[in-house]
C-alpha cells in the first residue's frame, strides 16, 4: 500500500505516539517531569526539539536509522516504509518509491546529523527537513534531551 507524503507523515506520528503510550520506559523519570516543556516557553524562542524527515532508498532506511540512533546523534527514528516522492531533478519528473524517516532529536545535533547523513546517505542531494516541536509531553521531550549526544560531549 502506497500512501501520500502528508498521511505518512500522519500516520507516522500516531504510530508514534500509540508506541510512547504502550512503552512505559520510553516516559523516562521524574526529573524529566521537572523539567516540563510548556508551550508559552517557546513563543519567541527557537525550540529545543526538532522532528527531521528525511527520504531515502527503502533499503537503507534500516540501517540509516540504526547508524543515527546508535550515533546517539538522535531519540529516535520512526521508518514509514513506503512513500511514492514525485520531484524534479535536472529538469525531468521523477517518481521513486521510498521510506521516510521520522527522527526526533534537539535543535543543536541537526548540523551533526546532517553531516552524519552527508556520509550515510546514498543521495547527494538527500532531503533533510528540520521542523520546530513546540509542545508535547514533558516526559518524552525530557527523554529526547538525554538521549541525544553531540559529537566531542
Known amino acids: 500500500m502506497c500512501v501520500s507524503y502528508p498521511m505518512a507523515v500522519m500516520i507516522a506520528f500516531r504510530a508514534a505516539a500509540r508506541h510512547c503510550v504502550t512503552h512505559p520506559r520510553r516516559l523516562g523519570t521524574a526529573s524529566h517531569r521537572a523539567r516540563a516543556h510548556p508551550a508559552n516557553h517557546y513563543r519567541g524562542v527557537m525550540a529545543e526539539h526538532v522532528v527531521c ?41 521523477e517518481l521513486d518509491d521510498e521510506a521516510l524517516l521520522i527522527i526526533k532529536t534537539t535543535r543543536d545535533a541537526v548540523a551533526a546529523l546532517r553531516n552524519a547523513l552527508a556520509e550515510l546517505h546514498p543521495s547527494e542531494n538527500f532531503e533533510l527537513v528540520a521542523l520546530d516541536v513546540v509542545d508535547g509531553a514533558p516526559a518524552y521531550l525530557g527523554w529526547i534531551t538525554d538521549s541525544v549526544r553531540l559529537p566531542g560531549q
Open 53 to 93: 524527515l528525511v527520504t531515502t532508498p527503502t533499503h537503507q532506511a534500516r540501517p540509516l536509522a540504526e547508524a543515527i540512533v546508535r550515533a546517539e546523534l538522535v531519540a529516535s527514528v520512526n521508518i514509514v516504509p513506503l512513500v511514492r516522492s514525485v520531484y524534479r531533478s535536472k529538469g525531468e519528473v
